[in-house]
T-cell receptor
Framework: DTGVSQNPRHKITKRGQNVTFRCDPISEHNRLYWYRQTLGQGPEFLTYFQNEAQLEKSRLLSDRFSAERPKGSFSTLEIQRTEQGDSAMYLC????????????FGQGTRLTVV | RKEVEQDPGPFNVPEGATVAFNCTYSNSASQSFFWYRQDCRKEPKLLMSVYSSGNEDGRFTAQLNRASQYISLLIRDSKLSDSATYLCVVYNQGGKLIFGQGTELSVKP
């Protein structure tokens, strides 16, 4: 399978715990995006990378959220001290740098904070 | 104001109907535009790109009006399988990909 891969697919955690999600993009894609999606809403931008450089982080994100892409390949998204409001689907997408090409999504990680 | 705004849904239409979705974007420097489709509890997938000259793919037609910062999607002869959420997507000049909130379409027999 050469598509975008996200792990885990589902995560249930207690409030206050830290969680980390992983995204493996399509191998030749140098752009990688993270989004959060709740029911009935479109994907909300969190952050994106070009190779290993983090180009932008949403102002909506608190300091509890951090993302890395250390070698320009896979990326991790960490949420510290989770809150119930963090419950959502976390989607990763990758694309080539050319903005006329489509972004491909992984199947997402569904986070439930109890 | 959101960077990308879409018609609120849901749209409930009978099979065979023609339905149009509208989308506006706020950043005049936005460079590329797409429509994505998202089925329930699935990831978004590209439906079609949107070009200034307009483009058609079977029953689907996309239009872009840069002067009005407006994008549209027309679906003709709706099928039950067209039921999904349609997402308007814009690349801004920095390469950030911005999604609208989505418009849900339900096609009924």
């Amino acid at each position: 399978d050469t598509g975008v891969s996200q792990n885990p697919r589902h995560k249930i955690t207690k409030r206050g715990q830290n969680v980390t999600f992983r995204c493996d993009p399509i191998s030749e894609h140098n752009r990688l995006y993270w989004y959060r999606q709740t029911l009935g809403q479109g994907p909300e931008f969190l952050t994106y990378f070009q190779n290993e450089a983090q180009l932008e982080k949403s102002r909506l994100l608190s300091d509890r959220f951090s993302a890395e892409r250390p070698k320009g390949s896979f990326s991790t998204l960490e949420i510290q001290r989770t809150e119930q409001g963090d419950s959502a689907m976390y989607l990763c997408a990758s694309s080539l740098q050319n903005m006329n090409t489509e972004a491909f999504f992984g199947q997402g990680t569904r986070l439930t904070v109890v | 104001r959101k960077e990308v705004e879409q018609d609120p849904g849901p749209f409930n239409v009978p099979e065979g109907a023609t339905v149009a979705f509208n989308c506006t974007y706020s950043n005049s420097a936005s460079q590329s535009f797409f429509w994505y489709r998202q089925d329930c509890r699935k990831e978004p997938k590209l439906l079609m790109s949107v070009y200034s000259s307009g483009n058609e793919d079977g029953r689907f037609t996309a239009q872009l009006n840069r002067a009005s910062q407006y994008i549209s999607l027309l679906i003709r002869d709706s099928k039950l399988s067209d039921s999904a959420t349609y997402l308007c997507v814009v690349y801004n000049q920095g390469g950030k990909l911005i999604f609208g909130q989505g418009t849900e379409l339900s096609v009924k027999p």
